[in-house]
């Protein structure tokens, strides 16, 4: 680590404040409020109540009388949904519902690239216009807090920054097309178990620090025309009704006045839900609506007042109108466009910038292929299709390439590809009846555990066979949304399927094999990631994700992708586990505070698998020259950082440069570092260039309590660019004389 000259310049002048800057969502889309106030008077009390809540699963009521459509959603991440009959849970089995399958959001995090975040947003909006919808309920931002939360794979990232600068351009790439974006799910459903009860206990600071910083930038700078409560309670409160988090935080402090939706069957109580900043009432039981017939009998009874009703119908219109769904200028909206060969292509270049080459010793990596004879892939995972499961974020994909026919599609005929599955997925039903007091059942079920048991030394025998007499083996496996799903949390971090010890085995015959895990969370690679030489991290990958995967392995694609979460050794070692609470029913208390993730682990020096922002690359990169320029004056500071970058290897590249700012004298206990500025930049073999990185004064704040407000403390900073959380390159401290408190 090299201590570099840092440029400090402090503009004179310079007036320390203790003004609190308060800054609200006052920037989004302005509308006619004439013509909402003017809609309004016409509507009656029960039009306006049909407006909402769900009148079908995926649908609130319109109002025919004045031109006012329903408001038309659909899941979800990953995609646009297939389609349900209107008022229950059932596929509508039709054939024109079919879509382009994106990649994860986490996949969309490891490419730590603003523009892939865009261009992952253009598309599934323009599907989402497409299939006729307002609303596409995307994207899911919530921290990925411990590595076994079941929708980690709709997630993106442990860390706030991170997230909230992807989410942003995703976020404005739907809304392009005249459909809302919803992001999801305000706030901390951070685990799967009791996540409909469960009370979540998080204290103000991390809560403002880790928590809320996703949500806000969503809405301040993504302009998100809508958002959805979550499930879970946050301090008694279930947050698709919570005064505290509706009320108080988002329309009071930040101003929002764009429309707030529950998560599906999130409400629980009329005069809560009537009386909080929520709009509209969603869920799939349309007999026990709290947001129907028992609102309307408290407002005809004087116990809740039309008022709260009339401020969720101006919300309501407000997002109309921003979409261009009334009157007139419904025929200017854009009409959207599903399954274009361009969405395919942007599925494509997402997916192979977010793979991530975690392990290359003796550059095992990329193949060669010129040199291959016969090749072996191995593992389930290989030949698996993802796109039907993990609960809400399921896709009717057009098509998935698996890593098999990439693989196939790539090297063509003349080259024997030999798979083998390798491991036994059971069916699902021989796994979920474990309790079952029935001994009948039960006997069935062992006669049936003694089939699988011989099925996965029949398929672990034929892969180790054939690992054996193969120069070059790939095993793919890793998760799948057995696992990676909504509604349950993994029980650990192990591999399931028996894939440490076949993995081993598969090693023991064949030392060079390159191992390929796909999978939405950490996994515990402690048994075999010592001893295997290449490692390729997989996150799910959309339609094209076999292609990019193929790309990557055999070279015509440098892997650039980077963890944007960290893999601990163990899932003791995590600070969700070892210090807070994961997965209890009834209560959690998030104990560890802004201890998440890298934040605890590079401050308690814990020893890691793989670390926060790990990824390496076929070429290297080199980091030099670095300077930073501090402007400050009474409420503001801004601190540019250049740096050279340098592609010191032989082959054309992506890297994706860290900043991370560690506080060198702060009055409280602070994180080491924290990670406040990134850029991506494509270098070709031998290519230099000078990167500009711009950090606000928000990168130097914590929240303090004690004034209920972000805080820069004056003094030294250390200013960090880095190729990982663990591989600082440069350092150089700054120093700034002001002192400032914002919200
Ligand atoms: C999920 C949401 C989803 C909704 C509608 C809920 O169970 O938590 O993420 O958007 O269902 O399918």
Redesign the pocket.
């Given at each position: 680590m090299r201590i570099l000259h840092l440029i400090i310049r402090i503009i004179e002048g310079l007036v320390r404040t203790i003004d609190i800057n308060i800054r609200k969502v006052d920037h989004m889309k302005a509308v006619d409020e004439g013509r909402i106030e003017s809609i309004l008077s016409k509507l009656t009390l029960e039009e306006k109540v049909a407006m909402i809540h769900g009148e079908g699963l995926f649908q609130s009521g319109g109002v025919k009388r004045l031109g006012i459509p329903p408001l038309v959603m659909s899941?979800?991440p990953m995609g646009v949904r297939k389609e349900f009959e209107l008022k229950v849970w059932k596929a509508a089995g039709t054939t024109d519902d079919y879509v382009t399958y994106l990649p994860s959001n986490s996949a969309v995090a490891a490419t730590w690239n603003r523009q892939k975040a865009y261009d992952m947003g253009r598309v599934l909006g323009a599907e989402a216009r497409g299939r006729g919808k307002d609303v596409i309920?995307a994207p899911?931002i919530n921290i990925k807090r411990s590595p076994l939360c079941g929708r980690n794979f709709e997630y993106m990232s442990e860390d706030p920054l991170l997230v909230s600068e992807l989410a942003v351009p995703l976020i404005r790439g739907i809304q392009e097309n005249d459909v809302a974006a919803c992001v999801?799910?305000f706030v901390a459903n951070n685990q799967e178990t009791d996540r409909l009860q469960v009370d979540t206990y998080i204290d103000e600071q991390a809560l403002r620090e880790i928590y809320f910083p996703g949500f806000k930038a969503a809405l301040y700078k993504g302009e998100s025309l809508t958002i959805?409560g979550a499930?879970n309670k946050l301090y008694g409160e279930h947050c698709s009704q919570s005064r505290y988090l509706l009320t108080k935080i988002l329309r009071d402090e930040w101003g929002y006045d764009g429309t707030v939706i529950s998560?599906?069957g999130g409400v629980h109580d009329t005069t809560e839900a009537a009386e909080s900043g929520l709009d509209i009432e969603m869920g799939s039981a349309f007999d026990n609506t709290y947001m129907a017939e028992p609102l309307l009998k408290a407002v005809r009874e004087g116990r809740i007042s039309e008022e709260c009703i009339d401020r969720k119908i101006r919300n309501v219109l407000r997002t109309m109108l921003r979409l261009k769904m009334l009157g007139e200028e419904a025929k200017d909206r854009k009409p959207g466009a599903y399954n274009l060969p361009e969405h395919r292509e942007a599925a494509l270049s997402i997916a192979r910038e977010s793979i991530i080459l975690l392990k290359n010793e003796d550059a095992r990596l990329p193949i060669k292929r010129e040199k291959l004879k016969s090749i072996a892939v191995i593992g389930y995972n290989a030949q698996a299709q993802h796109a039907g499961g993990g609960?809400?974020a399921e896709i009717k994909a057009l098509y998935e390439i698996s890593p098999l026919l990439g693989i196939k599609v790539k090297l063509g005929g003349s080259l024997q590809v030999n798979y083998a599955k390798g491991y036994y997925v059971p069916p699902k039903k021989a796994r979920h009846n474990q309790d079952d007091p029935n001994a009948s059942e039960k006997e069935l079920e062992i006669k049936q555990q003694e089939e699988d048991r011989k099925k996965k030394e029949k398929l672990y025998m034929e892969a180790v066979e054939l690992a054996g007499r193969s120069d070059e083996v790939i095993f793919i496996g890793g998760l799948n949304h057995e696992y990676d799903t909504?509604g349950r949390d993994r029980p650990d971090m192990k591999l399931p399927y028996g894939q440490d010890e076949l993995i081993n085995a598969i090693l023991d015959v064949n030392p060079n094999t390159v191992i390929v895990m796909v999978a939405g969370s950490a996994v515990d690679m402690e048994a075999w990631a010592d001893r295997a030489k290449a490692i390729v991290w997989n996150y799910y990958n959309g339609i094209e994700g076999g292609n990019a995967l193929a790309d990557v392995l055999f070279g015509v694609v440098n892997p650039s992708g980077k963890l944007p979460e960290s893999f601990p050794k163990a899932l003791e070692d995590c600070p969700a586990h070892k210090i807070g609470e994961f997965g209890k029913t009834n209560k959690v208390t998030y104990k560890e505070g802004i201890f998440v993730g890298y934040r605890y682990y590079n401050t308690e020096g814990t020893d890691l698998r793989y670390c926060f922002g790990h990824g390496l690359s076929y070429t290297q990169f080199s980091y030099s020259n670095m300077k930073a320029d501090v402007r400050e004056d009474k409420d503001d500071a801004e601190v540019t950082i250049s740096l050279n970058v340098k592609n010191t290897g032989s082959m054309d590249g992506a890297e994706a440069v860290q900043i991370y700012v560690h506080s060198l004298r702060p009055s409280t206990k602070r994180p080491e570092h924290e990670l406040k500025g990134f850029e991506k930049v494509y270098l070709k073999a031998g290519e230099e260039r000078r990167l500009s990185i711009t950090l606000d004064k928000e990168a130097f704040g914590y929240y303090d309590t004690s004034c209920k407000c972000f805080r820069v403390e004056p003094g030294e900073y250390e200013i960090q660019a880095a190729s990982s959380s663990r591989d600082v390159r440069l350092t150089g401290v700054i120093n700034l004389a002001g002192s400032y408190r914002y919200i």
């Amino acid at each position: 680590m090299r201590i570099l000259h840092l440029i400090i310049r402090i503009i004179e002048g310079l007036v320390r404040t203790i003004d609190i800057n308060i800054r609200k969502v006052d920037h989004m889309k302005a509308v006619d409020e004439g013509r909402i106030e003017s809609i309004l008077s016409k509507l009656t009390l029960e039009e306006k109540v049909a407006m909402i809540h769900g009148e079908g699963l995926f649908q609130s009521g319109g109002v025919k009388r004045l031109g006012i459509p329903p408001l038309v959603m659909s899941d979800g991440p990953m995609g646009v949904r297939k389609e349900f009959e209107l008022k229950v849970w059932k596929a509508a089995g039709t054939t024109d519902d079919y879509v382009t399958y994106l990649p994860s959001n986490s996949a969309v995090a490891a490419t730590w690239n603003r523009q892939k975040a865009y261009d992952m947003g253009r598309v599934l909006g323009a599907e989402a216009r497409g299939r006729g919808k307002d609303v596409i309920l995307a994207p899911g931002i919530n921290i990925k807090r411990s590595p076994l939360c079941g929708r980690n794979f709709e997630y993106m990232s442990e860390d706030p920054l991170l997230v909230s600068e992807l989410a942003v351009p995703l976020i404005r790439g739907i809304q392009e097309n005249d459909v809302a974006a919803c992001v999801k799910h305000f706030v901390a459903n951070n685990q799967e178990t009791d996540r409909l009860q469960v009370d979540t206990y998080i204290d103000e600071q991390a809560l403002r620090e880790i928590y809320f910083p996703g949500f806000k930038a969503a809405l301040y700078k993504g302009e998100s025309l809508t958002i959805m409560g979550a499930y879970n309670k946050l301090y008694g409160e279930h947050c698709s009704q919570s005064r505290y988090l509706l009320t108080k935080i988002l329309r009071d402090e930040w101003g929002y006045d764009g429309t707030v939706i529950s998560d599906w069957g999130g409400v629980h109580d009329t005069t809560e839900a009537a009386e909080s900043g929520l709009d509209i009432e969603m869920g799939s039981a349309f007999d026990n609506t709290y947001m129907a017939e028992p609102l309307l009998k408290a407002v005809r009874e004087g116990r809740i007042s039309e008022e709260c009703i009339d401020r969720k119908i101006r919300n309501v219109l407000r997002t109309m109108l921003r979409l261009k769904m009334l009157g007139e200028e419904a025929k200017d909206r854009k009409p959207g466009a599903y399954n274009l060969p361009e969405h395919r292509e942007a599925a494509l270049s997402i997916a192979r910038e977010s793979i991530i080459l975690l392990k290359n010793e003796d550059a095992r990596l990329p193949i060669k292929r010129e040199k291959l004879k016969s090749i072996a892939v191995i593992g389930y995972n290989a030949q698996a299709q993802h796109a039907g499961g993990g609960g809400s974020a399921e896709i009717k994909a057009l098509y998935e390439i698996s890593p098999l026919l990439g693989i196939k599609v790539k090297l063509g005929g003349s080259l024997q590809v030999n798979y083998a599955k390798g491991y036994y997925v059971p069916p699902k039903k021989a796994r979920h009846n474990q309790d079952d007091p029935n001994a009948s059942e039960k006997e069935l079920e062992i006669k049936q555990q003694e089939e699988d048991r011989k099925k996965k030394e029949k398929l672990y025998m034929e892969a180790v066979e054939l690992a054996g007499r193969s120069d070059e083996v790939i095993f793919i496996g890793g998760l799948n949304h057995e696992y990676d799903t909504e509604g349950r949390d993994r029980p650990d971090m192990k591999l399931p399927y028996g894939q440490d010890e076949l993995i081993n085995a598969i090693l023991d015959v064949n030392p060079n094999t390159v191992i390929v895990m796909v999978a939405g969370s950490a996994v515990d690679m402690e048994a075999w990631a010592d001893r295997a030489k290449a490692i390729v991290w997989n996150y799910y990958n959309g339609i094209e994700g076999g292609n990019a995967l193929a790309d990557v392995l055999f070279g015509v694609v440098n892997p650039s992708g980077k963890l944007p979460e960290s893999f601990p050794k163990a899932l003791e070692d995590c600070p969700a586990h070892k210090i807070g609470e994961f997965g209890k029913t009834n209560k959690v208390t998030y104990k560890e505070g802004i201890f998440v993730g890298y934040r605890y682990y590079n401050t308690e020096g814990t020893d890691l698998r793989y670390c926060f922002g790990h990824g390496l690359s076929y070429t290297q990169f080199s980091y030099s020259n670095m300077k930073a320029d501090v402007r400050e004056d009474k409420d503001d500071a801004e601190v540019t950082i250049s740096l050279n970058v340098k592609n010191t290897g032989s082959m054309d590249g992506a890297e994706a440069v860290q900043i991370y700012v560690h506080s060198l004298r702060p009055s409280t206990k602070r994180p080491e570092h924290e990670l406040k500025g990134f850029e991506k930049v494509y270098l070709k073999a031998g290519e230099e260039r000078r990167l500009s990185i711009t950090l606000d004064k928000e990168a130097f704040g914590y929240y303090d309590t004690s004034c209920k407000c972000f805080r820069v403390e004056p003094g030294e900073y250390e200013i960090q660019a880095a190729s990982s959380s663990r591989d600082v390159r440069l350092t150089g401290v700054i120093n700034l004389a002001g002192s400032y408190r914002y919200i």
